[in-house]
């Protein structure tokens, strides 16, 4: 592989590792609580992340940079997908972090996407509603969130996994 590409593919996987890992931290464990400690105006903070700031297409785009360029990258220095470097430490390393970026990839795309979308969809009918919250509407608003923070805090420790594997790779002599 030509060395300008393969400098520009390890530093967009770099790059687009820490604004996803990055931005999967922040908002986890700083946005999400204060917009749930906030109370309904964090409904309208979330609308404007999400509608007018387009944290999904963020999350989206630097998910997929980091996962194309990481299979790229791990197809070249894997010899493709030889066996006997798979298993050198470096390899197996890599591997792990690679498995749980990409299981962490298709959770975003899977898993919280949607619930985002209902979340989203659930907070403009009851915003939309005029007078005080459908109970039942805020309940399924309730359930979907605390399914959404589940999800999203299985999906830090893989993206967690990721982070620690791709740090520590090149160094795993065994």
Known sequence: MNLVLLNALRILHVFGGVLWVGAAIFYLFYVAPSVKAIGPAGG????????????????????????????????YVSGNFNPKWITSGVGMVFTIGS???????????????????KVNSLGKRI?????????????????VEAELTNIERIEFVFLAISLVAMAIARYTYF
């Open 44 to 75: 309208q903070f979330m609308g404007h992340l999400v509608e007018k700031r387009k944290y999904p297409v963020y999350m989206g785009i630097s998910s997929v940079a980091t996962v194309v360029s990481g299979a790229v990258l791990f197809t």
């Open 99 to 117: 498995v749980a970026a990409f299981i962490a990839f298709l959770m975003g795309f899977g898993l919280i996407k949607p619930r985002a979308v």
């Open 127 to 143: 915003a939309s509603a005029g007078g005080p919250p459908d109970p039942a509407l805020l309940a399924e608003l309730h359930a």
